[in-house]
T-cell receptor, first 114, second 111 residues
Framework: DVKVTQSSRYLVKRTGEKVFLECVQD?????MFWYRQDPGLGLRLIYF???????EKGDIPEGYSVSREKKERFSLILESASTNQTSMYLC?????????????FGPGTRLTVT | QKEVEQDPGPLSVPEGAIVSLNCTYS??????FMWYRQYSRKGPELLMY????GNKEDGRFTAQVDKSSKYISLFIRDSQPSDSATYLC???????????FGAGTRLFVKA
């Protein structure tokens, strides 16, 4: 059974803190993604990675960075958390090749920045 | 204008009803059209995908794509309370990394 896991389900952080969100997949997928999901806005792509140490900006990368040191792990970093980064964060992965459209999502991390 | 528009609902129907969920889009280059289902406090899961135009059926679910109108639909027959979830449409270019998601329609099926 394919699996994407995220380090925390709920997280509360203070403004200005550095925040790390971790995602691990056990499917040997090449591509990994970080999205945020907000009511009325749907899923918006923050960053994606198509290989170890490779990354590309998505639509809303400002205030975020990512790290992919191992194939199975993709980390999202909020360098200095702000209240407008309060959101649901979803990690996803897809295989390389023809089934690139089939994204497998983790359960999400609900982050609150106070 | 958003690339993908989806009515957020909520949509409330009685058990057994036929449900129609829809999205419109603006980029005529999209070739892959997906529907994801997201239960409360879970991540989305792929329900169906269609390549280019046409219909695809899987049990009680039918996905339709009308590229000439830039309109996609998901029909659920004999809806069940277990179908209560948020349904997200999504679209992608051939070979593209990027998938554009609709905002999701929240569906409630009442027993």
């Amino acid at each position: 059974d394919v699996k994407v896991t995220q380090s925390s389900r709920y997280l509360v952080k203070r403004t200005g803190e550095k925040v790390f969100l971790e995602c691990v997949q056990d499917m040997d997928h090449e591509n990994m993604f970080w999205y945020r999901q907000d009511p009325g806005l749907g899923l918006r792509l923050i960053y994606f990675s198509y290989d170890v140490k490779m990354k590309e900006k998505g639509d809303i990368p400002e205030g975020y960075s990512v790290s992919r040191e191992k194939k199975e792990r993709f980390s999202l970093i909020l360098e200095s958390a702000s209240t407008n980064q309060t959101s649901m964060y979803l990690c996803a992965s897809t295989p390389k090749g023809q089934r690139f459209y089939e994204q497998y999502f983790g359960p999400g991390t609900r982050l609150t920045v106070t | 204008q958003k690339e993908v528009e989806q009515d957020p609902g909520p949509l409330s129907v009685p058990e057994g009803a036929i449900v129609s969920l829809n999205c419109t889009y603006s980029n005529s280059a999209f070739q892959y059209f997906m529907w994801y289902r997201q239960y409360s406090r879970k991540g989305p899961e792929l329900l169906m995908y269609t390549y280019s135009s046409g219909n695809k059926e899987d049990g009680r679910f039918t996905a339709q794509v009308d590229k000439s109108s830039k309109y996609i639909s998901l029909f659920i027959r004999d809806s069940q309370p277990s179908d209560s979830a948020t349904y997200l449409c999504a679209m992608s270019l051939t070979g593209g990394f990027k998938t554009i998601f609709g905002a999701g329609t929240r569906l409630f099926v009442k027993a």
